[in-house]
């Protein structure tokens, strides 16, 4: 079954820490996707991973793809509660590159004073 | 502007009331595909289309429709609507000839059957 898996799911910060959420996903691939959601609204582009090592930051957030491992993390650097969201990864299974995406779970983040 | 755009954003219907959510994109891709949000469960690919007339049944089809006439349109249709398909739909669109796959997704749609 082809699965992508995120940790930790829930996941409550204090501003100004550093944490790093987990994507693994079960087959080969070497397109990844990190995707943020805020409540009740739609799913926003953050970091489109296609090659083994890539590695993309935007501010405080820093995406990075280990294809070898199956494994990509997103760091978030200082955080801050405008980073409160939720954060997917997604990654390409179907061996192709038209978008047939796999969801993970997503990861409730809350940043708190 | 370019956009996915979906309709109606909010539904309540009744058990067995066919209805169709439309789904409309802008920026001439291939590439259009459903998908229903659930808590805990991420999301979910219901069905996707690779072009015009070329659909294929993504994770969870069971008792949805779709058609791809138009390269822009691609309606979400429930036959036969059941409360477990109380939901929040995605249309999300991309350009796969030439891009990197990445999804563009409409506002949503949530889904309520009584």
Same mark, same amino acid.
């Given at each position: !079954?082809? =699965?992508?898996?995120?940790?930790?799911?829930?996941?409550?910060?204090? !501003?100004? =820490?550093?944490y790093t959420i987990y994507c693994n996903y079960s087959t080969t691939s070497d397109r990844l996707y990190w995707y943020r959601q805020d409540p009740g609204k739609s799913l926003e582009s953050l970091f489109v991973l296609l090659s083994n090592g890539a590695v993309k930051q935007e501010g405080r957030l820093m995406a990075s793809l280990d294809t070898k491992a199956r494994l990509s993390t997103l760091h978030?650097?200082?955080a801050v509660h405008d980073l409160s969201a939720?954060?997917?990864?997604?990654?390409d299974l179907s061996g192709t590159s038209y978008g047939k995406l796999t969801f993970g779970q997503g990861t409730i983040l809350t940043v708190h004073p | 502007e370019a956009q996915v755009t979906q309709n109606p954003r909010y539904l309540?219907?009744?058990?067995?009331?066919k209805l169709t959510v439309t789904c409309s994109q802008n920026m001439n891709h291939e590439y259009m595909s459903w998908y229903r949000q659930d808590p805990g469960l991420g999301l979910r690919q219901i069905y996707y289309s690779m072009?015009?007339?070329?659909?294929?049944?993504?994770?969870?089809?069971?008792?949805?429709?779709?058609s791809r006439k138009e390269k822009r349109n691609f309606p979400l249709i429930l036959e036969s609507p059941s409360p477990n398909q109380t939901s929040l739909?995605?249309?999300?669109?991309?350009?796969?000839?030439?891009?990197?796959?990445?999804?563009?997704?409409?506002?949503?749609?949530r889904l309520t059957v009584l």
């Open positions: !079954e082809l =699965k992508v898996e995120q940790n930790p799911l829930f996941l409550s910060m204090q !501003e100004g =820490k550093n978030i650097t200082a939720t954060y997917f990864c997604a990654v | 309540i219907t009744v058990t067995g009331k072009n015009v007339e070329v659909t294929d049944k993504g994770d969870v089809p069971e008792g949805y429709k779709v739909y995605f249309c999300a669109s991309s350009l796969y000839r030439e891009g990197t796959g990445e999804l563009f997704f409409g506002e949503g749609s």
